[in-house]
């Protein structure tokens, strides 16, 4: 079983919508989240970080946790054509010498309608 | 200018042959990582190196070596090579390697026929 499942495996949004993504972990030593992104013919970039329970807003961009569900979502507003990539959530352990040992999940592919 | 740079972007091999991936980055960062990226798979994690010292090793196979000449440098040597390990392999880059941003290169391409 995967220690990080995501859902949806795709997703398609029209421009200017909400994207929502979800993220659940089996593993509860991961206790550090990112997402990342990835366009298509590059490496994964990292969007945003949380840490801790709660929402976590960067822009249009909010991530929110809940360490008791070992859930994690991000949440895209006012959705762009640029937007339209792979989104990736990973975790890690911080307390076992795995702080940057990164496990991803599958992706979600992401289209945005213009 | 790229900051991440991996070299070459695409390889094709033969089974059983041996191929050097490079990496090298200018962004000052002390802790250097490689992943891999195979079809349907997740990306997965393979090493991580701090200051040029090897920290942790989630590559059950010993065909595959990463070598650090420099401090900026951390290459993958992949020897033996199969057609399972056709993937493209991302090199990636963080401050200090205590979970913070990981930089994540362009990839290398790798077949193996």
């Known amino acids: 079983q995967q220690k990080v499942q995501q859902s949806p495996e795709s997703l398609s949004v029209p421009e200017g919508g909400m994207a929502s993504f979800n993220c659940t972990s089996s593993?509860?030593?991961?206790?550090y989240f990112w997402w990342y992104r990835q366009h298509s013919g590059e490496g994964p970039k990292a969007l945003m970080?949380?840490?801790?329970?709660g929402d976590k807003k960067e822009g249009r961009f909010t991530a929110h946790l809940n360490k008791a569900s070992l859930h994690v979502s991000l949440h895209i507003r006012d959705s762009q054509p640029s937007d339209s990539a792979l989104y990736f959530c990973?975790?890690?352990?911080?307390?076992?010498?795995?702080?940057?040992?990164?496990?991803f999940g599958k992706g979600t592919q992401l289209i945005i309608q213009p | 200018d790229p900051k991440i740079i991996q070299k070459p972007k695409y390889l094709v091999a033969v089974t059983g042959s041996e191929k050097i991936l490079i990496c090298e980055q200018y962004?000052?960062?002390?802790?250097m990582y490689w992943y891999r990226q195979s079809a349907k798979k997740p990306l997965e994690f393979m090493f991580s190196?701090?200051?040029?010292?090897?920290?942790d090793n989630q590559t059950a196979s010993s065909r595959f070596q990463p070598q650090s000449s420099k401090k900026n440098h951390l290459d993958l040597q992949i020897t033996a090579l199969k057609p399972d390990d056709s993937a493209t392999y991302f090199c990636?880059?963080?401050?200090?390697?205590?979970?913070?941003?990981?930089?994540f290169g362009p990839g290398t391409r790798l077949t193996v026929l």
């Open positions: 990636a880059s963080s401050q200090d390697g205590t979970g913070d941003e990981q930089y």
């Open positions: 593993d509860r030593n991961f206790q």
């Open positions: 970080s949380i840490f801790s329970d």
């Open positions: 990973a975790a890690s352990d911080p307390h076992t010498g795995g702080a940057d040992r990164l496990t």
């Open positions: 962004l000052g960062h002390n802790a």
């Open positions: 190196y701090s200051y040029q010292k090897l920290m």
